[in-house]
């Protein structure tokens, strides 16, 4: 294949506007090759007819709908010729091999491949499992069984209900006749009461014994059965985990001194261990090793979305966005090795203050104003924080001061306790929600309704940390209240009363779909970078713990 035809595409650039160091695949605005690159690769999917592939661009079939990533990586050949070369993350069209993109860094759907004929193998005996399972006589036995099982305990809750009522007719019985009959009456009739009482017990446990057996000459004939069900699904479990572990070790990666590492060895240095399911099949990683393998150099790259967005997560068509932390980072780390990369552009840029501006305080609490892009509290990568400065300026302050935090990108108010016993009152108001927030955004859109709740369940996006995900089935409960302010240059100023207090709440449901659908301005995860993100706490209500009366703080925004 003469890959410089079908997948390199010549770009006519200037020398000028090449960059000394490569992209820092996980924070970064685009360089203007990338752009470049990614408009000309744009223009292809609008007219292409080389694969049909459902984007979402048609509602009638919105269902159906997969919007996908699309990489770029703009290189140079060895000819000193400036291109690029593009690639999907995971499958298009249902295939892993598509003109004008790189191939897979291994192609686990050939034919005569190993994967496919183990694929094959698995998918037999999933088959001979569902027979099994769904055999006529299986079925027939397992709902006797169930029968047999709720007879039983019919029978045998009535048995201990008659044993119980005759115990207690007896013991009437008796201490009736010690007031009327003689002492050899009365030893003649207790004699007969606990022959009767032996009697009834005996009855009682043949009946459990005659149940028991039955139950278990139907439970041997199923466990016969189900043996047959269980090893099949060991060795299930068994071929499923050697084609696994098979897969992962023909999964290697190239960096550009051409040293391989297997998907395998990789992620045995993470605290992961095993490969989450899709590593490696992203756009980067493929990229990359394309070039490496065929003696490009990488100068920019870029990554995508195209189509509809998920239902979980948020992608805007046409939108830029980093490589994602769980499968991509420590490929990425290693197929970068040895190249010079620019700086993360988020330490860079971390923002550093000699004073926090107070609000309100008094000698058991205070509320101070956070600038935006600054923490609440100590980062993996930096101990400045709201908290930490807190902490020099009232060295005898006690407890864990910070009563709640915000987004480093968020600015506004914070509410810090100087003693662990006002920490513990002021918890608990936040807990029964007697703590009212407001925040004011500017939203990249305009908003029709004029006002509303939403409520989106979130979770923490697993491959991807810190975006959330809008999921129903295993997120936490988050409900905001919203009200339009003004709408004004294609933009909405608004209110946000968060009702719960989740990660990125306010963000998610300002972006997500089934929110807002307009993601606040400068939000650099849900949206698009701007200045700074346009999101501010500007009142925060309480009852303060020691004089019991209402405190009302407000704190402007700056935008």
Known sequence: MNFQKQIFKKLDVSSDLIPEKFTFPFYYEPHE????????????????????????????????????????????????????????SGKLA??????????????????????????????????????????PFYLKIKEEFKQVLKKENQEIEFAKTKLKEGKKHRKEIRNKAKEELSTNDLEKLIEKLNRESQLAKITYKKLVKSWSDKVSIIKEKIEVLEKEILDLKQLRKQKSAELQKQLFENYTFLNIAKKEKSLQAIFQETNLKIPPAGAGECAAPKLLQFAFLHDLKPIVMAEFWWGKSPKTEIRNHKQFYPACRGKCEPILSHML?????????????????????????????????????FLSVPGKTSLESVFTKIQKKYPKATGPLLVHRLDMATSGLLLIAKTKEIHKELQQQFLKKIVRKRYVALLDGVVTENKGIIDLPLRVDLEDRPRQLVCFEHGKSARTEWEVLERKDGKTRIHFFPITGRTHQLRVHA???????????????????????HLHAEVLEFVHPISKEKIIVKNEAEF
């Open 33 to 88: 090759l990338a752009k470049k690159a990614a408009e000309d690769l744009q223009k292809y999917l609008e007219n292409q007819t080389d694969f049909v592939h459902h984007f979402g661009f048609n509602s009638s079939l919105d269902g159906k709908a997969t919007g996908k990533m699309f990489g770029v990586l703009v290189v140079e050949n060895q000819q000193k010729e400036i291109g690029y070369i593009s690639a999907f």
């Open 94 to 135: 249902g295939s892993n091999s598509h003109f004008k993109f790189v191939p897979p860094v291994f192609n686990m759907l050939e034919n005569d491949g190993f994967f496919k004929k183990e694929e094959l193998v698995i998918t037999e005996l999933n088959k001979e499992i569902e027979k099994l399972e769904n055999a």
């Open 337 to 373: 090795e040895g190249m010079q990369v620019a700086e993360n552009p988020f330490l860079e840029n971390q923002l550093t203050i000699e004073e926090l501006e107070v609000v309100f305080e008094d000698a058991h609490l205070l509320v101070i104003h956070k600038p935006a892009g």
């Open 511 to 533: 972006a997500h779909l089934k929110g807002l659908n307009c993601a606040i301005i400068g939000d650099e995860l849900y949206g698009k970078r701007a200045n700074r993100l």
